[in-house]
């Protein structure tokens, strides 16, 4: 591992463990709040591109069911 | 709805210099009061410190609201928050908004945060927006008035205008939900938040009903 990605593991660790309830679980959610967008982004891109839910959903690592329970009924398909 | 005049828009980004300062990651009435006062140029900001507002005062009341938990404590903001777990916010969107475009990030982030029945997967805001503002009633206010004045544009009268009815108006039962109980939650206000424009006049020995008298005035002086 090199020494940059080393000193980001280390930073990791220290926000995700941070003695700080507060601050620690703030910078969670902060993280949820961009994954949520970006696994849309992604999900809208691959479905757009013909994958299908099981597709994504195996990429994704969670089951068929989940990935359709959450994104089926969204409006896909945005006008780019 | 009426739109906010460049004189609106320049009070809304002192309001959030304001919220930054004290470290506040969303925009509240209570912003908007300091925001009208540091700008200093309008007839809403005469008004105000006609009838006891003024700018040193009002942060100072502001500071003890935050003591007495009815706004919250200074948080970081989301960049310092990612920053602590090595992720560059700044980065990801650039990247993401090369890659995929404007159109498709705000599409993604409707989707992500808008309010659905299910609540599967669904967050309240994320890093890649502005902080919330949650000045909604306020807006309805200021844009009722403006089309009672028949006045196109909202200026800072009217933003305070929006705010002294925002405190002396019950919010609409629509406005108590869920996922309005999240958005504030994740930024740190305390259960039952209202905006606290009226805690902070009221620390100011502002009173209301003459303020509004003031506001209305000066309004009706502005459109003859």
Excluded at chain 1, 13 to 41: C, F, I, K, N
Excluded at chain 2, 71 to 76: H, M, S, T
Excluded at chain 2, 109 to 133: D, F, Q, S
Excluded at chain 2, 189 to 210: H, I, K, N, S
Aim: with cysteine; net charge positive; hydrophobic share 45%.
């Amino acid at each position: 591992m090199s020494e940059a990605a080393s000193s980001e593991v280390t930073q990791v660790a220290a926000a995700t463990s941070s003695q700080d309830p507060e601050v620690g679980l703030a910078a969670v959610a902060a993280l949820r709040g961009l994954v949520e967008v970006l696994e849309a982004l992604q999900v809208e891109n691959a479905r757009a591109k013909g994958w299908s839910w099981q597709q994504i959903a195996a990429h994704l690592g969670v089951t068929k069911q989940a990935v359709h329970h959450k994104y089926a009924g969204r409006r896909f398909g945005f006008r780019r | 709805m009426a739109q906010c005049s460049a004189h609106a828009d320049r009070v809304l980004d002192l309001a959030r210099a304001e919220a930054d300062r004290f470290g506040h990651r969303y925009l509240g009435p209570e912003h908007l009061v300091l925001g009208v006062l540091r700008d200093g140029r309008s007839g809403a900001c005469g008004v105000l410190e006609a009838h006891g507002g003024d700018l040193a005062a009002a942060r100072a009341a502001l500071g003890r609201l935050v003591d007495r938990g009815l706004v919250p404590q200074p948080r970081p903001s989301d960049a310092e928050l990612l920053g602590m777990l090595g992720v560059d916010l700044e980065a990801i969107r650039r990247t993401t908004e090369q890659t995929f475009g404007d159109k498709a990030v705000g599409w993604a982030v409707r989707e992500a945060t808008r309010a659905r029945g299910r609540g599967v997967g669904r967050v309240p805001r994320t890093p890649l927006r502005e902080p919330p503002m949650l000045i909604s009633q306020v807006l309805v206010h200021a844009g009722e008035q403006a089309r009672a004045l028949d006045v196109g544009m909202i200026g800072p009268e009217l933003l305070l205008w929006g705010v002294v009815t925002d405190i002396r108006t019950l919010w609409p039962r629509c406005m108590n939900n869920r996922w309005r109980r999240q958005l504030h939650a994740s930024v740190g206000l305390p259960a039952g938040y209202r905006g606290a424009a009226g805690p902070l006049l009221g620390a100011l020995g502002v009173d209301l009903e003459e303020l509004a008298a003031a506001v209305v005035a000066e309004l009706r002086a502005g459109v003859s």
